[in-house]
């Protein structure tokens, strides 16, 4: 089964507007993390933000904040203020103790572009 | 203080080539994994390493794959007998211990012909 899902193959946002990007999780643990991601064309991997689910406030990293809704396995990311070098791929990860808390799995990605 | 070091950042490998991957964990890390993410897809992982020892390797093929992070030097994922199918981007990242942050490097790129 999918651990995590991202339904939105591509997305396209006017700069300086906000864009939400969706992730959703399967787990039957209570505790583990959740993490975002972004790969921009030049292929490295760049850690955006982090929650941990006993955590009681959403995540936020300057223009990046995550909403975590526990009930049901949300964990959206929200990018204020869109700028041109945003556009990339944002990937959603996972870490649970299931799956002895070190592996990360990861969803399909969302492609962003930000257009002027 | 450096991030997580891979090279070569491109590889490209005639098929039945051997590739071999090096990554370089941050400065006080001595936990490394492997990720592969193939075109259009996420990262799987694949291997979990500490010193001298692999931890996990539920994610690596059966066969033509294998990893190592001697005592002293980088940690290194072999791949013997490239095929087509193995062109993907390998990254790895290391922690300084185990369920914490993950950091990543920049990947290697192999193209298999």
């Known amino acids: 089964a999918q651990k995590i899902t991202q339904t939105q193959p591509g997305m396209f946002v006017q700069e300086k507007e906000a864009v939400t990007l969706d992730c959703t999780y399967d787990t039957s643990d209570q505790s583990y993390g959740l993490f975002w991601y972004k790969q921009p064309s030049s292929g490295e991997m760049i850690f955006l933000i982090y929650?941990?689910?006993?955590?009681?406030q959403n995540a936020t990293e300057g223009r990046y904040s995550l909403n975590f809704q526990k009930a049901r396995k949300s964990a959206n990311l929200v990018i204020s203020a869109s700028q041109l070098g945003d556009s990339a791929m944002y990937f959603c990860?996972?870490?649970?103790?299931?799956?002895?808390?070190?592996?990360?799995?990861f969803g399909a990605g969302t492609t962003v572009t930000v257009r002027a | 203080n450096a991030g997580v070091m891979q090279n070569p950042r491109h590889l490209v490998r005639r098929r039945g080539q051997e590739a071999r991957l090096r990554c370089s964990p941050m400065k006080g890390h001595s936990h490394v994994y492997w990720y592969r993410q193939l075109p259009e897809e996420g990262l799987k992982f694949m291997v979990y390493?500490?010193?001298?020892?692999?931890?996990?390797e539920s994610g690596m093929p059966k066969e033509r794959f294998s990893a190592e992070f001697p005592k002293e030097g980088p940690s290194i994922l072999r791949i013997q007998q490239v095929v087509r199918g193995d062109s993907a981007a390998y990254f790895c990242a290391s922690s300084p211990g185990q369920g914490v942050e993950q950091y990543f490097g920049p990947g290697t790129r192999l193209t298999g012909t």
């Open positions: 990860a996972m870490r649970e103790p299931s799956s002895n808390d070190y592996k990360l799995s």
């Open positions: 929650q941990g689910s006993y955590d009681e």
């Open positions: 390493l500490q010193k001298e020892n692999i931890i996990d």
